[in-house]
């Protein structure tokens, strides 16, 4: 597999805002949903962990934690290195590559310095992947490694949940992700120690994954922060050996709202730096997001206008963080 970088520029515009988290001191989260992939009811406890939450613990998943370690590793040797050398690796104008503090092009930031990648074939970047191809070799055999597992892990996750929603065609929603031209990335995230000063930095800014499902790993470090229904923001606590799996807007759209795209944030809070590796699931461009009519009863009506991933991409990369993508695609 070849990882390849795509470039995106746009004149960005403001979405309307979703209603803000309460700002009360989070607690930590002792409900965090829990599916052992190789359990017979993971099915079921997958399918109300997303309805209740949107996201769950995953597992048992069947992904060595040699591979997982070794990407961490040589990531955490790029991070290491001089700010000149990073740099090296941030081509002008293109989101993907190296970044530091900047989340988009539209205003946000965080405490946060990431390496952003992308699969897609289709939309190729050549200043992009030449800039990949200046990382170490071991380390781009990492990556590649580690994303072949991840869409791996994301198909399997997806037919179990296709299972449990009593879909007819188990790969209804996992087709979706393993096609070829699926515009699927990835996202590391280095937050540098902070001091223990008792304030509440903000690592990564509160948001919704535009995509159709993320998995996250990250190290023994805390940090994620999920929002309930009621409005308060929870603390998750880390498990270096699990994956953290959050439902995205499209899985929301294809679920007609069965399933809820979880907002999130991480607050750089540590004494100790944390890492964290995101693989975010996506459709092709051309593919057409709607409710699954497999999944709507007869007298079901849509809560969405049909569009493409495409379309929906740009809307998100012209939205701030904390917007709210879906309004404009609600019926």
Same mark, same amino acid.
């Given at each position: 597999m070849v990882v390849k970088v795509v470039s995106h520029t746009s004149e960005l515009n403001r979405f309307l805002p979703i209603k803000p988290c309460k700002t009360t001191p989070p607690t930590i989260f002792s409900g965090t949903p829990e599916v052992d992939l190789s359990h017979p009811e993971a099915k079921t406890i997958m399918v109300k962990a997303c309805q209740d939450y949107g996201f769950f613990k995953l597992i048992n998943h069947g992904v060595s934690f040699h591979l997982i370690?070794?990407?961490?590793?040589?990531?955490?040797?790029?991070?290491?290195q001089p700010q000149s050398l990073k740099h090296m690796a941030a081509p002008p104008h293109d989101p993907f590559g190296y970044g530091s503090s900047r989340i988009g092009s539209n205003g946000d930031v965080g405490r +946060?310095?990431?390496?952003?990648?992308?699969?897609?074939?289709?939309?190729?970047?050549?200043?992009?992947?030449?800039?990949?191809?200046?990382?170490? +070799?071991?380390f781009r /055999?990492?990556?590649?490694?580690?994303?072949?597992?991840?869409?791996?892990? /994301?198909?399997? +996750?997806?037919?179990?949940?296709?299972?449990?929603?009593?879909?007819?065609? *188990?790969?209804?929603? !996992? *087709?979706?992700?393993?096609?070829?031209?699926?515009? !699927?990335? &990835? *996202?590391?995230?280095?937050?540098?120690?902070?001091?223990? %000063?008792?304030?509440?930095?903000?690592? &990564?800014?509160?948001?919704?994954?535009?995509?159709?499902?993320?998995?996250?790993? !990250?190290? !023994?470090?805390?940090?994620?922060?999920? /929002?309930?229904? %009621?409005?308060?923001? +929870?603390?998750?606590p880390p498990d270096p050996t699990s994956f953290f799996i959050n439902v995205g807007d499209s899985l929301q759209v294809m679920t007609n709202r069965r399933f809820k795209s979880v907002k999130h944030r991480v607050l750089a809070e540590s004494k100790k730096s944390r890492m964290s590796m995101i693989y975010f699931g996506g459709a092709a461009l051309s593919e057409k997001i709607a409710p699954l009519k497999s999944l709507m009863s007869k007298d079901e009506e849509s809560l969405y206008k049909e569009f493409t991933w495409l379309e929906y991409k740009n809307a998100a990369y012209k939205s701030r963080l904390a917007d709210n993508r879906l309004s404009l695609f609600e019926k």
């Open positions: 370690s070794n990407l961490e590793n040589h990531a955490l040797n790029f991070f290491s +946060v310095e990431y390496l952003l990648l992308n699969t897609n074939p289709d939309v190729l970047s050549p200043n992009s992947l030449l800039i990949l191809h200046q990382l170490p +070799v071991l /055999c990492a990556l590649e490694e580690y994303m072949v597992a991840m869409k791996k892990m /994301c198909c399997e +996750v997806l037919e179990v949940m296709a299972e449990g929603l009593g879909i007819g065609e *188990r790969n209804a929603l !996992s *087709r979706v992700v393993g096609d070829q031209r699926s515009d !699927s990335c &990835f *996202r590391l995230n280095y937050y540098p120690p902070v001091a223990a %000063d008792g304030n509440m930095l903000i690592g &990564f800014g509160e948001h919704t994954d535009p995509q159709i499902i993320s998995v996250l790993r !990250s190290n !023994s470090e805390s940090g994620l922060q999920i /929002c309930l229904n %009621d409005g308060s923001w +929870v603390s998750v």
